[in-house]
């Protein structure tokens, strides 16, 4: 009997080669920018993987999206 699988929670929609270069450029403000956007969790795309993460940064309404 198959198991039904939850889906990934939201992340950013930019392709996986940016959000890998802009976390190895900057990490920290990109996860907090992540948090803020897409609450926590939020799943993140490296190049070749798919990485759900949690942030304890606050959600405001004004900070640009990743």
Same mark, same amino acid.
């Given at each position: 009997m +198959?198991?039904?699988? +939850?889906?990934? *929670? *939201?992340?950013?929609?930019?392709? +996986?080669v940016w959000q890998l270069l802009r976390y190895s450029h900057s990490p920290l403000p990109f996860l907090e920018a992540c948090g803020?956007?897409?609450g926590d969790p939020f799943t993140i795309r490296f190049a070749g993987s798919v990485s759900p993460?949690?942030?304890? +940064?606050?959600?405001? *309404?004004?900070?640009?999206? *990743?």
């Open positions: +198959a198991q039904a699988v +939850a889906p990934l *929670p *939201p992340g950013p929609k930019t392709p +996986a803020r956007c897409y993460s949690r942030s304890n +940064a606050y959600r405001t *309404p004004s900070s640009p999206c *990743p």
